[in-house]
């Protein structure tokens, strides 16, 4: 089964909850940065097929992260919401969340800077990136048959649509704000905001 087919195979599944599938023992991780504590949190939802959110995280999540994230006044978390072609972009979020320790940021690091040239033979990147990270071959093809982790994902995605009314990527909520779009000055406004900054 090729891979594209695989992750069709595997989407239909978490949707219409058909046969159970091996399962490895990895759960579901969330990716956090910065303090608990802090006063904002930030939750993206992005897609790994998006090339708006590639260029969010590139350029302009290490500003956020140099003015907000390490300074302790934003807790950021990254959430999965998968856009065409959708089972790509579930299957390198799956990667991700299966990635050892602190490399599942690697790999949707690595997706996001190899995006314009992985489609031309998606297993065979994402094979590379999930092996730079920890995943072997045979950890690889457990991870997409994680039946858990598969609903984990579109039961996150649902709650955003229901919850959240996220329709589109990347977006944000700032605390309980919505923010839309890859341009960094309307998500930095609504930070400041909710720190309570007033601009001179």
């Not at 992750?7 to 940065?33: P, R, S």
């Not at 993206?44 to 290490?62: D, G, K, V």
């Not at 300074?71 to 299957?91: C, M, N, S, W």
């Not at 589109?168 to 720190?195: H, R």
Request: with cysteine; aromatic share 10%; glycine share 6%.
């Amino acid at each position: 089964m090729t891979f594209v087919r695989k992750a069709v195979t595997l989407l239909a599944i978490a949707m219409f909850a058909g046969a159970a599938l091996a399962a490895d023992a990895v759960t579901y991780k969330e990716f956090v940065e910065g303090s608990p504590k802090a006063k904002v949190t930030v939750v993206e939802y992005a897609s790994l097929t998006c090339p708006h959110c590639a260029r969010f995280f590139l350029n302009s999540y290490p500003l956020l992260k140099k003015e907000y994230v390490d300074t302790g006044k934003v807790k950021f978390i990254y959430r999965d919401f998968p856009t065409a072609p959708e089972t790509l972009a579930l299957a390198g979020a799956m990667l991700a969340r299966c990635a050892p320790g602190k490399n599942g940021m690697k790999v949707i690091e690595a997706i996001y800077k190899g995006q314009d040239k992985w489609y031309e033979d998606p297993e065979k990147n994402f094979r590379q990136y999930a092996k730079d990270n920890g995943i072997d071959d045979a950890a690889f093809d457990a991870c997409l048959q994680n039946k858990e982790l598969q609903n984990t994902i579109m039961t996150g995605i649902n709650k955003a649509v229901t919850d959240y009314h996220i329709s589109s990527t990347p977006s944000f909520l700032v605390n309980d704000t919505l923010v839309e779009g890859e341009i960094y000055a309307p998500l930095k406004e609504a930070i400041d905001k909710a720190l309570g900054v007033t601009k001179s």
